[in-house]
């Protein structure tokens, strides 16, 4: 029984993964810190760097900008005319909503792990943080997509409560352009499982990366924008730039 249920579990991801129909080339941009980066990943495995190739594969004339910073929590990526409130960062010029506007960006993906919670910044600062990314966004017809929280070792309990918070809030707020980077990596006490763990307690292995990867494909971005009345890309001549991070070993 276990056997016939991963058998179809992986033709599940093998259809999902195989299931794009749109071949016109859009412009996506991730902001996020470390595993958006790589971290955890062995070179050209971080999902970030998968999403990209396959992208490249529907289409070479696809661009995708990773801009994650490792460190930083969603505070660097606001506008860059954003004045955070006294003892938060400010934005990370280039590597924020304002940049990815710049760019040209049809789509984003956010992925800002755990770092928020870990220095306290409570949920209420963090959807706010959230929403003035994916209003900015919005002003620029510019779709955004957002990861979940993510497992992670030794949190308190208030910062795992924070991490319950906001990956409910992420769901209900995002509905279908959440996506969930937390459910059937963590253990009954939010920590990484085994299996996923990079070995710092913090990131996830390549085994986990390949979950991320799936669970973005499972989104169908290129047809999603392929689907919009007038694709932002459409208007833009094709390209061919890809900026990829070095994921660490």
């Given at each position: 029984m276990k056997k016939s249920i991963f058998i179809l579990v992986i033709c599940f991801i093998?259809?999902?993964?195989?299931?794009?129909?749109?071949?016109?080339?859009?412009?996506?941009?991730?902001?996020?810190?470390?595993?958006?980066?790589?971290?955890?990943?062995?070179?050209?495995?971080?999902?970030?760097?998968?999403?990209?190739?396959?992208?490249k594969k529907i289409n070479p004339d696809y661009i995708i900008d990773n801009l994650?910073?490792?460190?930083?929590?969603?505070?660097?990526?606001?506008?860059?005319?954003?004045?955070?409130?006294?003892?938060?960062?400010?934005?990370?010029?280039?590597?924020?909503?304002?940049?990815?506007?710049?760019l040209g960006a049809d789509a984003i993906i956010i992925n800002y792990p755990s770092n928020d919670a870990v220095l306290n910044y409570t949920p209420d600062e963090q959807k706010a943080n959230y929403r003035r990314i994916s209003d900015e966004a919005a002003q620029h017809n510019i779709l955004v997509w957002v990861a979940t929280p993510q497992p992670r070792n030794e949190l308190t309990r208030r910062q795992v409560n924070y991490q319950e918070k906001m990956f409910d809030w992420i769901n209900k707020y995002y509905g279908g352009k959440a996506i969930n980077f937390h459910d059937g990596l963590a253990s009954d006490k939010d920590s990484i499982l085994f299996k996923y763990n990079a070995g710092d307690g913090i990131h996830v292995n390549n085994k986990g990366h390949a979950i991320l990867y799936e669970r973005v494909i499972a989104k169908s971005i290129p047809d999603t924008l392929c689907n919009l009345s007038v694709p932002v890309a459409q208007k833009k001549s094709p390209i061919t730039r890809a900026t990829y991070p070095t994921a660490v070993q």
């Open positions: 093998a259809v999902n993964l195989n299931a794009q129909t749109c071949t016109t080339p859009f412009h996506i941009v991730i902001l996020g810190s470390s595993t958006a980066f790589g971290y955890g990943a062995t070179p050209k495995k971080s999902w970030a760097r998968l999403f990209a190739d396959s992208l994650a910073v490792p460190g930083t929590t969603t505070y660097a990526a606001q506008p860059d005319d954003y004045v955070p409130p006294a003892g938060r960062p400010s934005p990370e010029k280039g590597h924020n909503i304002t940049k990815a506007i710049k």
